[in-house]
């Protein structure tokens, strides 16, 4: 009988998916699938890109997990993949529609849930609504940091911009947001 | 506040400090209120052919906000926003008094965290709203994935028909080695590697298997256990004239709900 794998740590299963272990993979995907469609749903804003974004990336993540050099670190490294994917496809897509324009991840559920709206609702739709009204880039800049975690190196390199030039959106949009914060006691 | 810091003696003690001294280049440089993409990339240690093509490339906005982070990171009033978030990302270690024992600082610090706590239950719930992936979305992708299954070496097998040549490939075989191996109470295989030429028939071989030991369970007969499930099952299931296994217990784990009740 398989063993069961659903215990085991990031690193042993990013580990045995390199090495070729595909039910290690499977467990490695389903465990952050909802992280990564939630990272890509804000990148791309659109629930049905953020599927495809998903999709190639975890090809993408299996493709390359035979590089990754630190396993215990896949997480943040499947978040970029799935940043770098997110923006390919909002890329391509450009052309045909101003991804402004397109529906955001707005009412997600757990709204129903009413213990949870009590507690920080006010404060989760202001913080919604108040990213909503970020310049573009100043928003992307925000999730890539403070969703996906990702270096500022990172940052700049999917976004094909400087370093310092990140920081200055990041504050920007730190400023913004902490100052809009006021509001939502 | 006794030792009130003046914003000069504040940067003076940050560029001889240990941390981030390299992480802010802003900082490092408190007068470029030019936002001179060159120097602040320079100061990152990045050669300056590149930075000065970085410098070259960036659009109007993008300078406009360099242009703001020089001055965000130069603030009349105390400690920038920015050195702040660096900071709380830290885990504000080591202790800052520059940014702990100023209060507008510490209310920025707050807002900050404050900020960081709403983004994290945001994100939960966002994580939580998402659907369950339909079936087919996850066998899609792991029909893609077994289209490029990792197969590695081919091993070749005595072939009963003098036509016909048989091979195993490698990445079978380490899917043995990962059975054997979990097969055995308490250990799971982290990565194994057949060391040898394995092209060849009858070519000695040495197996390496990583393995990670239940929390508790003696770590020698473990091993042990391992190398003699991993030969037993090597033996049955292939023609590979092992030599030697050799088990290294690479990590400790917990079963989830050993966890939660506290070994």
Redesign the interface.
């Known amino acids: 009988m398989a063993v069961d794998l659903s215990d085991a740590a990031d690193a042993v299963l990013a580990s045995r998916a390199a090495e070729g272990d595909e039910r290690a993979f499977e467990q490695l995907l389903r465990r952050h699938l909802g992280l990564m469609t939630a990272y890509a749903t804000r990148l791309t804003s659109s629930r049905a890109d953020a599927n495809d974004a998903v999709q190639e990336a975890s090809i993408a993540i299996w493709r390359e997990l035979p590089t990754l050099s630190e396993p215990a670190a896949v997480r943040g490294w499947m978040m970029r993949i799935v940043s770098r994917k997110s923006f390919d496809l909002v890329r391509s897509r450009r052309p045909a529609s101003d991804v402004d324009e397109l529906e955001l991840p707005s009412e997600p559920g757990g709204r129903d849930d009413p213990e949870r709206a009590v507690v920080t609702g006010d404060a989760m739709s202001g913080l919604r609504q108040a990213l909503r009204r970020l310049p573009e880039t100043q928003r992307q800049v925000w999730t890539l940091r403070e969703v996906g975690g990702e270096s500022y190196a990172d940052i700049a390199e999917t976004l094909g911009t400087s370093v310092t030039a990140v920081r200055g959106l990041l504050a920007r949009a730190r400023e913004t947001l902490t100052r809009e914060m006021e509001a939502w006691r | 506040m006794s030792d009130d810091p003046t914003r000069s003696s504040g940067y003076d003690g940050d560029e001889s400090g240990p941390t981030r001294a390299s992480?802010d280049?802003?900082e490092t440089t408190p007068s470029s209120a030019g936002?001179d993409?060159t120097a602040?990339?320079l100061a990152?240690g990045l050669d300056p052919d590149r930075a000065v093509a970085?410098?070259d490339a960036?659009t109007t906005?993008?300078a406009e906000?360099?242009?703001?982070?020089?001055v965000?990171a130069a603030p009349d009033d105390g400690v920038?926003?920015?050195r702040i978030?660096d900071y709380l990302d830290e885990g504000r270690q080591p202790y800052d008094p520059l940014i702990e024992d100023d209060p507008s600082a510490l209310a920025?610090l707050n807002?900050?965290r404050?900020?960081?706590g709403?983004?994290d239950?945001?994100?939960s719930?966002?994580?939580?709203?998402?659907p369950a992936?339909a079936p087919s979305?996850?066998a899609?992708?792991?029909s893609?994935?077994?289209l490029?299954?990792?197969?590695?070496r081919e091993i070749p097998l005595t072939s009963t028909h003098e036509r016909t040549t048989l091979h195993i490939t490698e990445?079978a075989v380490?899917?043995l080695i990962?059975?054997a191996g979990?097969?055995v109470d308490g250990a799971?295989?982290?990565?194994?590697a057949i060391v040898g030429d394995v092209a060849q028939p009858d070519a000695i071989v040495t197996v390496d298997v990583?393995i990670?030991a239940l929390y508790g369970v003696a770590v020698q007969p473990l091993a042990d256990e391992v190398r003699l499930a991993v030969v037993r099952h090597l033996e049955q299931q292939t023609e590979l004239v092992v030599e030697g296994v050799d088990v290294t217990v690479r990590?400790v784990?917990?079963?989830?709900d050993e966890h939660d009740g506290g070994l």
Do not use: F, Y
């Not at chain 2, 906000?65 to 020089?70: C, K, M, V």
């Open positions: 992480s280049p802003a936002a993409a602040d990339a990152q970085a410098g960036v906005a993008d906000a360099e242009l703001d982070a020089a965000d920038s926003l920015e978030a920025q807002a900050l404050r900020l960081r709403v983004s239950q945001l994100l719930d966002e994580v939580a709203a998402t992936p979305w996850i899609d992708v792991m893609r994935v077994r490029e299954s990792r197969s590695g990445g380490r899917g990962r059975e979990d097969a799971l295989v982290i990565s194994c990583a990670s990590d784990h917990q079963l989830d």
